[in-house]
């Protein structure tokens, strides 16, 4: 079934119909806000000194297939999986002891687990803590079956993108099997396109309902005399995805009426501060565009502070540090952030030792925790010899690998037959930095066409990755859990041949699913 339902999808375009939808999809993308910032390299800074164009993000013109039984698995596992990522970050000793032996080798965990350090010991001023995650993954065809399982990729606990213009697709997608309404025509036929919907996508209202969760929860103003309260959104500088996160700010004041205020990271010191004199260290928040209305942060949301390039400078540190000692509620904390590491999906996929899912998850079904754990591909530790060297050092064997270093953004992977070369070429103390991971292998045969940022249409087989969002709020000290939601998703495609998967590094589109 599955190989027959790829083999004739989508079906093919003419120039006219091509035609047709490009422009379609084109005009709805900038009328809708399914818009980026453009690339430097296609809109170069003298064309747009004043950086006021946009285009469209790069998306498919048709949803794809993708597998009914996998979409609801994941679905359905998600609070599972808010619960136990807040678990983890709940058990400290744990985290420490696996982030010993990557201090050494690893500056960027280092200077993490620095500030969590310093701010543990002058005390949390916040207990609370706020996860927006999304969990990856992709269908995997076994060899020895027909049926596709659910495998993930990996588990995203900070600046989860896509939210917002992954909902948006999803609307252009159902706008295009419905059109014009009652005798739909903007697709040539197919019974996949006949019959099929696109599943609801709530990605933006969930986010935006976990974020002012943690706004209500945070309660009234610490200062004296008590001030308004506000969301703070913290941003790289550059960044080319903002109405990804505008679509979240906008949900917040319109739906939530909470006011949300952005700040470049390299601008927090400036425009932030907390109170000597006040033992709550509530986080004062100054717009520049109005200097003489402070608000009280209740809640930092981060779009940044995820990649070593965004801590050029010590500055950066402090300022990182000084929102984690800070009263605001973090999404997320540092500690939520360091458990997001890849060692860490690679130790609870670790079928030998302790069994930390069924620890982790002790009044969860069992019958639960086995689902979630069939979600998981083989991993393997490489700081030592055994299993994980053997498979990374022998080419035939690398070939089924990817190798993953502990860092989150895309473009950090290394893959297949370039694993053993490139372990050889650096020292054998630092391979503990990398974890290896089998290789996922989704259905084959998958095809469509997508219009990117400048315009290209590229058509051809291709590889999807299900993201799928939940947010949670805990308390931190004794783990209580205030909310914890399941809704909306990311269909993201890429090009088959193509290794790496990020929309925002350039090498995937944005899509939607056609459930089979
Ligand atoms: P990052 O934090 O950089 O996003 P990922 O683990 O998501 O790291 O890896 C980046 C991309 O590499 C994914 O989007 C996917 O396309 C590809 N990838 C990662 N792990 C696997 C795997 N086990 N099998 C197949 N492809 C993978
Ligand atoms: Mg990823």
Known sequence: MADSIYADYPPTLNPAQKEFLVNTVKDWATQNGLVVRPAPAFVSKDTDSHGVLATNAPVTLFPSPFPKACFEEAKALQTVYNKLYAAITCNEEWIGKIMEDLIDVD?????????HLAVEKEGYAQTLSLGLYRSDYMAHAP???????LKQVEFNTISSSFGGLSSLVASLHSELLSSPPGNPIAYPPHFLLKSGTVPEN????TLSAGLAEAHTAYGPSRSQPSLPTCILFVVQENERNVFDQHALSRQLTKVHKIPVFRVLSTELLDHTSIPSSNPSRPLIYRPPHAQDTPFEVTTVYL?????PSDYKSDRDWQARTHIERSAAIKCPTVLNQLVGSKIVQQVLA?????????SFLADTDPSIIERLRSTFAPQYDLSVSGKGRELALNPSTAENHVLKPQREGGGNNIYKTAIPDFLNSIPENEWKRWILMELIHPPAAAKNVALR???????????GELGVYGTILWD?????IHHNEQGGWLMRTKAEGVNEGGVATGF??????ILF
């Open 107 to 115: 500056d960027f965990i280092s200077n993490l687990w620095k500030v």
């Open 143 to 149: 060899a020895n079956s027909t049926t596709p399982e």
């Open 202 to 205: 709530t990605a933006v209202e």
């Open 303 to 307: 779009r940044c502070f995820y990649t």
């Open 350 to 358: 670790t079928t030998t030792g302790p069994d930390h899912l069924t």
């Open 453 to 463: 940022s400048d315009g290209e249409v590229l058509g051809g087989g291709v590889i």
């Open 476 to 480: 931190q000290k004794g783990g209580k």
């Open 508 to 513: 995937s589109s944005l899509d939607s699913v």
